[in-house]
Nanobody, 127 residues
Framework: QVQLVESGGGLVQPGGSLRLSCAAS????????IAWFRQAPGKEREGVSC????????YYVNTVKGRFTVSRDNAKNTMYLQMNSLKPEDSAVYHC????????????????????WGPGTQVTVSS
C-alpha cells in the first residue's frame, strides 16, 4: 500500500522547535519530489516547501525561509521538516505529499491544488 504518514507535531512555545517526519511505505521516497503544506482552521492550504530530488533542490516559501529545513533519510525512507523559531502563525495541520506538480514544486507560494497522501500532524505554537 502506497502511503505517507506524518508525525512529530505537538504543542510548542513561540520560539521553540519541532521536527516533523514524513514516513513513506509502498514506494521509494527518493524517487519523487516531496511537498510539505499546511492548513490552519478556516484558512486555505498553504505551501511550505518542496524537495525536488531530480535536481537536488529544496524550495521554501518566504514565510518559513531561514527557519524551516527539509532533510531526508533514505535508509528510513523518511523525510523531515525541521522547524525552528516557531511563531503562532505557524500553527496548522502539516501534510506531506509525493509527486506534486513540477511548477508548484519550484514555487510553493502557488496555491495548493493537490491532496495530501497522509492524515497530517497538528502543530500548535502557543504560550
Amino acid at each position: 500500500q502506497v502511503q505517507l504518514v506524518e508525525s512529530g507535531g505537538g504543542l510548542v512555545q513561540p520560539g521553540g522547535s519541532l521536527r516533523l517526519s514524513c514516513a513513506a511505505s509502498g514506494f521509494t521516497l527518493d524517487d519523487y519530489a516531496i511537498a510539505w503544506f499546511r492548513q490552519a482552521p478556516g484558512k486555505e492550504r498553504e505551501g511550505v516547501s518542496c524537495l525536488d530530488s531530480s535536481v537536488g533542490q529544496t524550495y521554501y516559501v518566504n514565510t518559513v525561509k531561514g527557519r524551516f529545513t527539509v532533510s531526508r533519510d533514505n535508509a528510513k525512507n523518511t523525510m523531515y521538516l525541521q522547524m525552528n523559531s516557531l511563531k503562532p502563525e505557524d500553527s496548522a495541520v502539516y501534510h506531506c505529499t509525493a509527486d506534486p506538480p513540477v511548477e508548484w514544486c519550484q514555487n510553493p507560494e502557488r496555491p495548493v491544488d493537490f491532496e495530501s497522501w497522509g492524515p497530517g500532524t497538528q502543530v500548535t505554537v502557543s504560550s
